[in-house]
Nanobody, 122 residues
Framework: QVQLVESGGGLVQAGGSLRLSCAAS????????MGWFRQAPGKERDFVSI????????YYAGSVKGRFTISRDNAKKTVYLQMNNLKPEDTAVYYC???????????????WGKGTLVTVSS
């Protein structure tokens, strides 16, 4: 079992930045790929980014590439999402997820946090 707790969400103006954190507890954090997804009101949960267990490989959705950066600290059992140049369309609840492999499909992930709300005002 892996427990995930997100933090760092809030209200920010367009063009601003936020850093989300996801703290993990339970089984060996370094065995899991970690991902971030987001869900806007009335919409499906969308893939944002994924990082491999070692941190050596990352991948981003086209809508955030160049603006968001995913990273992880296995010693702290924490994954981060640095979000720069935020846009109103980035407004959503952001979820952290863990899985031995991971993919862009949310259904394939084993463990989820409860989410943190990011609101970007225009």
């Amino acid at each position: 079992q892996v427990q995930l707790v997100e933090s760092g969400g809030g209200l920010v103006q367009a063009g601003g930045s936020l850093r989300l954190s996801c703290a993990a507890s339970g089984r060996a954090f370094s065995e899991y790929a970690m991902g971030w997804f987001r869900q806007a009101p009335g919409k499906e949960r969308d893939f944002v980014s994924i990082i491999s267990w070692s941190g050596g490989s990352t991948y981003y959705a086209g809508s955030v590439k160049g603006r968001f950066t995913i990273s992880r600290d296995n010693a702290k059992k924490t994954v981060y999402l640095q979000m720069n140049n935020l846009k109103p369309e980035d407004t959503a609840v952001y979820y952290c997820a863990a899985d031995p492999i991971g993919s862009e499909r949310s259904a394939t992930w084993d463990y989820w946090g409860k989410g943190t709300l990011v609101t970007v005002s225009s």
